[in-house]
């Protein structure tokens, strides 16, 4: 026999019921005592839950207040954490993979309802791409897979469901939406109408390609002037005259209101003719002082263009401080550039001071474009990143940074990324000898994928020992020989390091022997990757007598791809004891994995 329900719960349901149909709430029930209301809190479905604390009686808000400036009495915080941990567990129950990516003092009402209509308009996007499609973007319908969340059951046995179509929700919620990720069919005049009450920080527009997307996405932007900080497009067909109207939608001139500080094209195609380039473009990189990060990666950029921009921001000494110019072709962009040149340059004060991050991955630039890099690199007295990986540059390319570290032994420049650039042993070791010199040697640097062999090892260990954070040294040739020669010159500790890459380098049981001596001579080390070295069966056991007898901070340990890694074989006892915070230390593959070691041979 069924057992009855009990008052209580026959008394929430039908609050809920109310609460779900938009109607007030009996203003009695906030009388409530707390005990009792806060269980009734907890039990409500997000709608529910939302329309209860728009309905608030006014001297109720101080005990229930939901923002960060809630710091009254204790009484007063618990009643707020009631609030704050009911709209956490909602989106923890919805969103599980999100839970971990979200700061710990966020606003959860607003982050939960700002996916929401992150999910519905998805969910409308794929509405509006049927060729079947009529009537407008807000008519259509969000589906019960949504609403469920949101009102759980109750919904279907509603008869008076108010929440069944997109407009209500951005009626209702569009005013927490901060961030939107919007596709090309629903960049249409009548979107600019739903989010009219939004306050959006973040844009982000994929596959906008036809001139009949311009206008209403241009109104868009100037309704989101004040508050839009960062635009994107992604696999877009961005025009001359599409950029010159998103550019003057951004910004208006002689009005300093613009706070773009990150714009960004990715995975597109910028079509811009160097010589005549839009006057609302040139005034964008001129006037907008707030730019902070500015992208143009995968966007099938040329030499000419790339001169044009970087010219611009030069001629501006703009406040940039990151940008991103790579997987474009980009060979000779920088041919202007000589010590003749910025010499004049620099004394009539041209320089891009704020830059502290400049990408230039795979963009085919040779050991011409590194000696012209070099001295644009003057330009840049702040520079602190720099990623040339994927360039042709060869020992040429990399003597000519030698000659930058040796004219600015102080540069600012800590993060080098050399990775593939067919750079030689002999090469490397000269690079690797200067740093060892400068003032302020490097804390991150790759060379990873370039052939050296072992013959480096001896520079590497030097380097190790002086100052590197993280070093990713990755397919490089090393082999047995090379971990043997590293593990005989690591005689002192290794205070800095944090981070080292020793993957695919097909060391075998001499990887293991290194890395054994390594992990307790590293004290700070908390991240390695040793897969794919083709370590035999015994390296697990010499590796778990050095993790306990090690007083270091080690998290993360990569044994994919090893031989000592067998698919029959039970590690549960290995991950169980060596954890960190409650994460297995040792990184293996799955047991359904294949574990067939790595092969670089071409």
Not at 508 to 526: D, H, N, W
Request: charged share 20%; aromatic share 6%; proline share 4%.
């Amino acid at each position: 026999m069924t057992k009855a329900p009990s008052l209580a719960f026959l008394c929430i349901q039908s609050l809920k019921l109310q609460l779900l149909q938009g109607d007030n709430p009996i203003p009695d029930v906030y009388e409530l005592p707390s005990q009792l209301l806060d269980g009734v809190i907890a039990h409500l479905p997000a709608l529910a839950l939302h329309n209860f604390q728009t309905h608030m009686p006014f001297k109720f808000w101080d005990s229930y207040e939901t923002g960060d400036d809630c710091l009254t009495s204790g009484r007063k915080r618990a009643r707020n954490d009631v609030l704050g941990s009911s709209w956490k567990l909602l989106f923890k129950l919805r969103w599980p993979e999100l839970i971990n990516c979200v700061e710990t003092r966020a606003d959860w009402q607003q982050l939960y309802w700002e996916n929401h209509l992150q999910n519905c308009v998805d969910e409308a996007a794929e509405v509006a791409m049927r060729p079947t499609i009529s009537g407008r973007i807000s008519s259509i319908n969000v589906s019960d897979k949504i609403l469920r969340y949101i009102c759980h059951e109750e919904h279907t046995n509603c008869q008076k469901c108010v929440c069944t179509e997109l407009s209500f929700h951005f009626q209702t919620f569009g005013r927490y939406l901060r961030c939107l990720r919007l596709l090309n069919v629903l960049c249409v005049a009548e979107t600019s109408e739903l989010l009219r009450a939004s306050k959006l920080q973040t844009l982000v527009l994929r596959w906008i390609r036809s001139e009949k997307h311009v206008e209403p996405l241009c109104k868009l932007l100037s309704q989101s002037r004040e508050t839009l900080t960062s635009l994107e497009f992604i696999h877009c067909k961005l025009s001359s005259s599409f950029i010159s109207a998103i550019c003057a939608s951004l910004h208006e001139k002689d009005i300093h209101t613009n706070g773009i500080q990150r714009f960004c094209i990715k995975t597109s195609s910028f079509d811009i003719d160097p010589l005549a380039a839009p006057p609302a473009f040139i005034s964008f990189l001129n006037s907008v002082r707030s730019l902070q990060s500015l992208q143009f990666c995968d966007s099938h950029l040329d030499r000419h263009i790339a001169r044009m921009i970087f010219s611009t921001l030069l001629d501006s000494s703009s406040g940039l401080s990151s940008l991103d110019l790579s997987e474009n072709n980009l060979s000779g962009w920088l041919s202007t550039f000589s010590s003749r040149s910025v010499i004049a340059s620099l004394s009539s004060g041209k320089s891009l001071h704020s830059l502290r991050k400049l990408n230039l991955r795979g963009n085919e630039l040779n050991k011409y474009d590194a000696e012209n890099l070099a001295h644009a690199l003057l330009h840049m007295p702040c520079i602190e990143s720099l990623d040339l990986s994927g360039n042709p540059i060869e020992d040429s390319g990399i003597r000519s940074l030698i000659s930058y570290f040796k004219k600015n032994p102080d540069s600012p420049l800590a993060d080098l990324n050399l990775e593939n650039c067919e750079l030689s042993c002999c090469g490397v070791i000269e690079f690797l000898d200067t740093l060892s010199t400068v003032e302020k040697p490097l804390k991150f640097l790759s060379v990873a994928d370039n052939s050296l062999g072992s013959e480096v090892a001896e520079a590497i260990m030097n380097t190790l020992t002086v100052s590197i954070e993280s070093l990713d040294i990755s397919s490089i040739g090393l082999g047995p020989v090379g971990f043997l020669e590293l593990g005989k010159r690591l005689v002192k500790g290794v205070k800095k390091l944090m981070s080292i890459n020793i993957s695919k380098n097909r060391g075998g049981l001499e990887t293991a022997r290194f890395l054994s001596k390594l992990i307790t001579l590293a004290p700070k080390l908390v991240s390695v990757d040793a897969s794919y070295n083709l370590m035999p069966p015994e390296s697990l056991l010499m590796l778990c007598d050095s993790l306990r007898s090690a007083k270091g901070d080690l998290k993360r340990l990569d044994m994919t791809g090893n031989i000592c890694i067998s698919s029959k074989a039970d590690h549960s006892s290995l991950l169980g004891e060596f954890q960190h915070n409650g994460e297995a230390i040792f990184v293996l593959p799955p047991s359904s994995a294949s574990h067939v070691p790595y092969d670089d041979e071409p």
